[in-house]
């Protein structure tokens, strides 16, 4: 995926926009048979409330096929209306109006309005939902028509419209909210026919859908449950399923692409040592983060300087450079600190043992320890910087895994936000990597590529998306049968 322009939202500063969404021309595809995948990520406590959504198989299941969301991020990147067909922006973006698309119906028969918006995106506000930052940035939304919404934010934000693709604010029926919550009654391209949390979901084709003809493929959907690798792949080998998410071994073929995916170790900086930067900078230091590339991803991804921000980013600053691995300066750093060497526990499999492996030469002494506060993550990252500083990195964010706080970071951040030029933009989204590179509370070693196992049967574009896994988990609308 290429960065993205701010210029397709914004033309030389100008602080107003509009993208129509108008039907996208695709090279005809059969439609008929049925996609099954393998999905990771699946819990007995899975549910369709959006607020809880985070693993691949829900995230694909709710935002990837029974709901829509206001805006969709296209595979190269682009973004273009779902259930809203316009956008245009006022009071140097502070005010969003957005125009809603018609004669749309839910699974219930329900007519789609404006009161189904403001339910939906209303409902994370003051939450623990990883939407929650969004919601709560809004000051009010106001019901203009039935098909059309004034979003009034506390600040501008030139990035607004890509929000309204969060996999969290799929739309509901506002009339049968707790009804579309625990049944799954969304406008997507496939009706729920059988859900149970964690191990299965099948559902089937809507007939006479606003999308006909430029997306959605298949008669039926059936998604399985499967956290591990070796389950993934042994049903891919055996042909009991056609894709999987984390797993190659077994598949016809593997599709991969670059993206904004990383490791994090988030290190909890609200408790000693972490608390004191040179500690933070002598672990930062103490990795090897060639080794963690070739051995934890077999050299599929590239390396990272402790940053967020990768290579799918518009304001990605390439000249920081991955941080070398530097035994000595993570001994400097901890004679800074008052130590002569240190004793973690550290959780995160493969690549805790490849950290320990490297950190022991600096005189930190790493043992792998499940459910230890020092921990790895996975990431998918996010397509603008705002949006994925303000999930992860704001002092107040609700993934703010560190619990890191810096007031010249988020200073910076709301600075960033409503401001309209790209170049002044670029200097303060380019600082506050480096702040994170030098200071921040997480150890990022790679960018991972997405790599997934796709059998023979299944065909997919030529472009596919990389913001989350499976074609930006829309690959139930994207893919066909070949």
Do not use: C
């Amino acid at each position: 995926m290429a960065p993205i322009s701010r210029r397709r939202l914004f033309h030389s500063g100008v602080a107003a926009a509009v993208l129509m969404a108008t039907g996208v021309a695709v090279e005809a595809r059969p439609r008929g048979g049925t996609l099954r995948a393998g999905l990771s990520g699946a819990w007995s406590t899975d549910s369709w409330d959006g607020r809880t959504h985070a693993g691949a198989f829900m995230i694909a299941a709710a935002h990837g096929a029974v709901f829509d969301t206001l805006t969709e991020v296209a595979a190269d990147g682009s973004l273009r209306g779902e259930l809203a067909t316009g956008w245009e922006a006022t009071d140097s973006a502070r005010q969003w109006i957005f125009n809603l698309r018609r004669g749309v119906k839910f699974h219930n028969g329900a007519a789609f309005t404006a009161d189904d918006v403001i339910a939906s995106i209303l409902l994370h506000k003051g939450t623990q939902s990883g939407a929650a930052p969004i919601a709560n940035a809004i000051f009010h939304i106001d019901r203009l028509s039935d098909h059309q919404v004034r979003f009034v934010l506390n600040e501008g934000n030139a990035d607004f419209p890509y929000l309204m693709s969060d996999y969290h604010l799929i739309i509901y029926p506002h009339a049968h909210l707790a009804d579309a919550m625990q049944k799954g009654i969304g406008t997507g391209l496939y009706r729920v026919d059988r859900f149970q949390p964690g191990e299965r979901m099948t559902a089937l084709r809507v007939n006479g859908h606003y999308r006909d003809g430029q997306a959605g493929y298949f008669d039926r959907i059936e998604f399985y449950g499967m956290n591990d690798v070796a389950a993934q792949s042994e049903a891919l080998a055996a042909g009991r399923i056609d894709v999987a998410d984390l797993a190659a071994d077994g598949a016809d073929r593997i599709v991969q692409v670059q993206g904004n995916r990383h490791i994090s170790f988030a290190m909890p900086t609200n408790t000693q040592p972490f608390d004191n930067i040179n500690v933070r900078r002598a672990l930062k230091f103490g990795i090897d983060r060639q080794a963690v590339l070739d051995q934890v991803l077999g050299g599929h991804g590239v390396l990272a300087g402790d940053s967020p921000i990768g290579p799918g980013n518009p304001y990605f600053n390439p000249a920081l450079g991955a941080v070398s691995y530097d035994p000595d300066r993570a001994r400097w750093h901890l004679a800074q600190a008052g130590l002569t060497g240190l004793t973690l526990d550290l959780s995160g499999g493969l690549a805790a043992r490849v950290y320990a492996a490297s950190a022991g030469a600096a005189g930190i002494a790493l043992q792998p320890t499940p459910g230890a506060g020092f921990a790895l993550r996975d990431w998918s990252g996010r397509v603008t910087e705002d949006w994925m500083f303000s999930a992860g990195y704001l002092s107040s964010a609700p993934w703010n895994d560190s619990g890191w706080a810096d007031q010249r970071f988020d200073t910076l951040l709301l600075a960033a936000r409503s401001e309209l030029d790209s170049d002044r933009r670029r200097d303060l989204y380019h600082e506050m990597q480096a702040i994170l590179r030098d200071d921040g509370g997480a150890v990022i070693p790679v960018f991972a590529d997405w790599r997934h196992g796709v059998s023979a049967r299944i065909a997919t574009p030529q472009t596919v998306g990389n913001l989350w896994h499976l074609d930006n988990a829309r690959f139930a609308e994207r893919w066909w049968v070949a």
